[in-house]
């Protein structure tokens, strides 16, 4: 009976979803609005080489963690001095801007037991395993999940 009552609540809060009444900033509605209509072509040259080999390690380390891009980097930089990738966090944004792709950003319980959304967007520890959903005595999360939006690309 829980969990219809659960499954209800995400029922309801779907059907009154919209754009405007969740938590996506300015620039992510306005990519959903009006999304990129022609392909973007990079290729390397003289004046984009860093960027190319940074989007190039990036995408290499995608489902790497920060450190690792940053330590991919380091080794490039340390054995041709004259190449100067970019920052983990500059890489990131240009993905981003080119792509245009903008991942949506959830809280979710570190056991991956539950999301906090819909219903359970204020609670502050896991209804199932009872995890807390920060790292002690702060506001940071201790797991998150990220969605890509696919309607710009439909």
């Not at 690792?68 to 490039?76: H, L, M, S, V």
């Not at 903008?102 to 819909?118: F, H, K, L, W």
């Not at 502050?124 to 309607?151: D, M, V």
Request: charged residues 25%.
């Amino acid at each position: 009976v829980e969990d219809i009552r659960i499954a209800q609540q995400y029922i309801n809060t779907l059907r009154a979803a919209s754009l405007k009444n969740g938590d996506l900033d300015e620039a992510t509605l306005d990519l959903l609005s009006h999304p990129i209509q022609e392909p973007f072509v990079l290729g390397e040259t003289d004046d984009n080489k860093d960027l190319f080999l940074s989007m190039e390690l990036f995408l290499g380390l995608i489902n790497g963690s920060q450190d690792e891009y940053t330590a991919a980097a380091t080794a490039f930089k340390r054995r041709c001095p004259e190449v100067n990738p970019l920052s983990y966090e500059r890489v990131r944004k240009q993905v981003l801007e080119i792509s245009g792709v903008r991942p949506i950003v959830n809280d979710m319980c570190p056991n991956s037991c539950m999301a906090y959304t819909g219903p359970f967007a204020e609670h502050n520890s896991c209804i199932k395993c009872g995890e807390s959903r920060y790292w002690p005595g702060t506001e940071i999360r201790r797991q998150e999940f990220h969605t890509l939006p696919i309607a710009p690309y439909i």
